[in-house]
């Protein structure tokens, strides 16, 4: 499978502890997007990668979270001390360049209980 | 922040062109506009994207207007499996910018 795969598909977890979602790219792709989704609503932008430059982030992404791309491949998305609201869908995106469609994994599923 | 407009459900019947528009009256001159769409608790899933011209690809054409502020995603002829959310997104700087898409009921 080549496209842009997120583990774990589901998470539950209690709160105040914390969690980390791991995405893997399509190979090749230098640019790479967080996004939360929560029921009802389209997907929100949280932050983005440039190979292992961090180059936005959304004031959504609190202190609590903290998101990482070491080498230019895969990333991780930390949350710390998870809160109730911090329950939704969280997606990585992929893509090749400035003006190419991003691709989308199936996302992590986050309920703090 | 979204910078497109979208009715918020369509019907269609099975068999049938879809047409679903999307305004985006602030588009800037260098913009491009993404069509997306998302089958229930799957991620968002890449359909087609253009700038000036009108683009085709084996899965829907996307017409824009001549002054680039208003577009129509064209789904040929709408299969149930064709049922999902759409967005229709102006891509600003370096992300995507999702509103609430258009819900779209292909019906039997």
């Known amino acids: 499978d080549t496209g842009v795969s997120q583990d774990p598909r589901h998470k539950i977890t209690k709160r105040g502890q914390n969690v980390t979602f791991r995405c893997d790219p399509i190979s090749e792709h230098n640019r790479l997007y967080w996004y939360r989704q929560t029921l009802g609503q389209g997907p929100e932008f949280l932050t983005y990668f440039q190979n292992e430059a961090q180059l936005e982030k959304s004031r959504l992404l609190s202190d609590r979270f903290s998101a990482e791309r070491p080498k230019g491949s895969f990333s991780t998305l930390e949350i710390q001390r998870t809160e109730q609201g911090d329950s939704a869908m969280y997606l990585c995106?992929?893509?090749?360049?400035?003006?190419?469609?991003?691709?989308f994994g199936q996302g992590t599923r986050l309920t703090v209980v | 922040d979204a910078k497109t407009t979208q009715p918020p459900s369509m019907d269609c019947a099975e068999g049938r062109a879809a047409n679903l528009p999307c305004n985006h009256s602030t588009i800037s001159g260098n913009e491009y506009v993404y069509w997306y769409r998302q089958i229930h608790s799957q991620g968002p899933q890449y359909i087609i994207h253009g700038l000036k011209n009108n683009e085709t690809n084996e899965m829907a054409s996307l017409i824009i207007t001549e002054d680039r502020k208003s577009s129509t995603l064209i789904l040929p002829h709408a299969t149930l499996r064709d049922t999902a959310v759409y967005y229709c997104i102006v891509r600003g700087d370096n992300q995507f910018y999702f509103g609430t898409g258009t819900s779209l009921t292909v019906i039997p």
């Open positions: 995106a992929s893509s090749p360049g400035m003006t190419g469609g991003a691709f």
